[in-house]
């Protein structure tokens, strides 16, 4: 179990906040409007009405032990700089900020910021590729060039082993599950055979999953 802050509580921050305290981690909620944090409040371990600008009222609540905050504040700007100057200055390691635009993820990763999204940009992204191909159900970005995804098997590799379709000599990629239905094979083995229903979850680079999508469109 980790322990988060999440500041400012509008539609991208409620849902961060709500999804880490359903999986069960210590949730700081905070946010300057009563109302959102009496909303919130039933879900998280605590909800704190509070300007996140101001340090003093910060430091009343037990935010230096977190792992992780999460500043959502998007729309003001100086707030959000503000607080993640402050988040900064209270000594937290991992500090993950919303940005509505590239200029402010660049200048909140000048102040600091660990990590800042652009969550309508990523989500664009998202939507675009699993529009483009029906072969990727799910891909996440591991780094610039690197994603796990997951991808239907074509039609010629399904009935054979993973031992027989070679796909780490053939494609370049790693099978590191194949799920069926509810059930995940988290070891899969040479002589495991891909069905037709099968998702495989693959790691490789992003050329190399985009390769095995083209070669069985
Ligand atoms: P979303 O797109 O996620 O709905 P948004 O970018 O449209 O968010 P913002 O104006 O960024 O909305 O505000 C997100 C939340 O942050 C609001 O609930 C607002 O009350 C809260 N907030 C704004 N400034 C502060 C502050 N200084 N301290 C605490 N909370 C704040």
Do not use: W
């Not at 905050?69 to 209270?90: D, F, Q, V, W, Y």
């Not at 200048?107 to 664009?124: D, H, Q, R, S």
């Not at 591991?142 to 796909?167: D, F």
């Not at 780490?168 to 194949?178: E, F, H, K």
């Amino acid at each position: 179990m980790r322990q988060f802050a999440v500041i400012g509580l509008g539609r991208f921050g409620y849902s961060v906040a709500k999804t880490l305290a359903g999986k069960k981690h210590q949730v700081i909620a905070i946010d300057s409007d009563e109302a959102i944090v009496q909303k919130i409040s039933d879900f998280v371990a605590q909800a704190v009405c509070l300007d996140s600008t101001d340090m003093e009222a910060l430091q009343s609540v037990s935010i230096k032990e977190v792992d992780v905050a999460i500043c959502a504040i998007g729309t003001n700007l100086e707030a959000s700089i503000l607080t993640t100057l402050n988040l900064k200055e209270l000594g937290i390691k991992n500090i993950v900020c919303k940005a509505r635009n590239e200029t402010q993820k660049m200048l909140l990763e000048k102040i600091g910021a660990t990590k800042v999204v652009l969550p309508e940009n990523e989500m664009g992204i998202r939507l675009a590729n699993s529009l483009m191909t029906s072969q990727v159900v799910e891909q996440i970005s591991l780094s610039e060039y690197a994603s796990v995804a997951e991808v239907l098997p074509p039609q010629e590799l399904v009935g054979k082993s993973l031992g027989e379709v070679n796909i780490r000599a053939q494609y370049g990629l790693n099978v590191i599950s194949i799920k069926e239905g509810n059930d995940v094979n988290m070891h899969p083995k040479a002589d495991d055979i891909i069905k037709k229903d099968a998702i495989l979850v693959v790691i490789g680079s992003d050329l190399d999953i985009d390769k095995f999508k083209k070669k069985h469109k």
